[in-house]
């Protein structure tokens, strides 16, 4: 088994909502006793519905949010006790809009090289010589160091925001739906980019995204959240194959086919999500759920080991089932 190289145990994170005035804030459990593991090198792909708590925990493990209880650890060491520019320098990001994430009034050579100055690298004289190096490596000419971003398409402005994460060769790369604001003809170019640079710089990925071609394309192991829990942990390609959990089942079954005749496939989720702030008892998916037995209101499910991971169901839950 390869090494740790980012670790989640039993995580929280909680925020107050208001509930409108003269009332008292109500807790929202966007991240609910989350534990992970990614071994150096796997990509991780990150799926579920929106609001379910993956750029929440994304946003923990880059020490921008700091976690309600439980354990982060990065390279063995817990993320809240490193410090800030040690964390900056294990993982990096990739923003989901290269149109918003880059300064428009800097330049891509300063863009690039302001986590060089931010983390306080030696010898500035060759900071211009590693940006264009990393400028080499992700497939753009050295002639766009002094272009604006308004100057590039989309698809060169994502290679830039890719060189900026890597200028200070990080381990560990976050993608936040890294390919959504991009045309369709684009994206296979930076996702070709993404795994090539897995390869020869020996990157470790976690890749958020609601595009399953995507992560079935990319992800070595997949983890499926829904409101705040991991309900199904595995190899991707075990998971696409013969997923345990229903919901999981679900989200497959919501892939658009290019078939015409076929339309809109049903998922059979209904069309209201459950209020986060106000969760249903017991299994949360169980209101939505066409397997749903008698317990599954009362009681929730425990992880429940597999082959490669694990599920949150009772329909595995031998004792339950007796």
């Known amino acids: 088994m390869t090494e740790v190289i980012l670790e ?5 994170k909680t925020f107050q909502i208001s509930a409108g005035a003269f009332r008292p804030k109500r807790p929202l459990h966007a991240v609910n006793g989350v534990s992970l593991k990614v071994h150096r090198g796997e990509v991780l792909g990150l799926v579920g519905e929106s609001g379910c708590g993956k750029t929440t925990l994304a946003k923990m493990l880059l020490g ?3 976690q309600s209880s439980g354990e982060l650890l990065v390279d063995g060491e817990p993320v809240g006790d490193a410090h800030r520019l040690h964390t900056a320098r294990m993982i990096q990001p990739i923003f989901q809009d290269p149109y918003s994430s880059l300064n428009p009034r800097k330049s891509v050579g300063a863009i690039i090289t302001l986590p060089l100055k931010v ?5 500035p004289e060759t900071w ?3 940006v264009e190096d990393i400028l080499d490596i992700v497939g753009l000419p050295k002639q766009v160091y002094g272009n604006y971003p308004n100057q590039l398409s989309g698809g060169q402005r994502q290679r830039v925001a890719v060189a900026r994460a890597l200028i200070n060769r990080p381990q560990v790369v976050i993608c936040d739906e890294p390919t959504s604001a991009l045309d369709v003809s684009v994206q296979s170019q930076i996702l070709n980019l993404l795994q090539d640079l897995r390869e020869e710089l020996g990157l470790t990925y976690v890749l958020i995204s609601h595009n399953l071609a995507v992560v079935e394309h990319m992800a070595t192991r997949m983890a499926v959240m829904y409101l705040g829990r991991v309900v199904e942990e595995g190899e991707s390609q ?3 194959k013969e997923p345990r959990h229903p919901y999981t089942r679900a989200l497959l079954q919501s892939v658009l086919t290019p078939e015409p005749d076929l339309g809109i496939p049903d998922a059979h989720l209904g069309a209201v999500y459950p209020n986060p702030v106000d969760p249903p008892s017991g299994c949360t998916f169980h209101p939505r759920c066409i397997d749903v037995m008698g317990n599954c209101s009362r009681e929730a499910p425990s992880p429940i080991p597999t082959e490669n991971g694990h599920v949150e169901c009772h329909l595995y839950d ?3 089932a007796a």
């Open 128 to 130: 211009r010589k590693r």
């Open 318 to 320: 031998t004792d339950a």
């Open 119 to 123: 983390q306080n690298e030696p010898n």
């Open 8 to 12: 989640a145990r039993n995580v929280y």
């Open 238 to 240: 075990r998971l696409f």
């Open 64 to 66: 921008l949010l700091p």
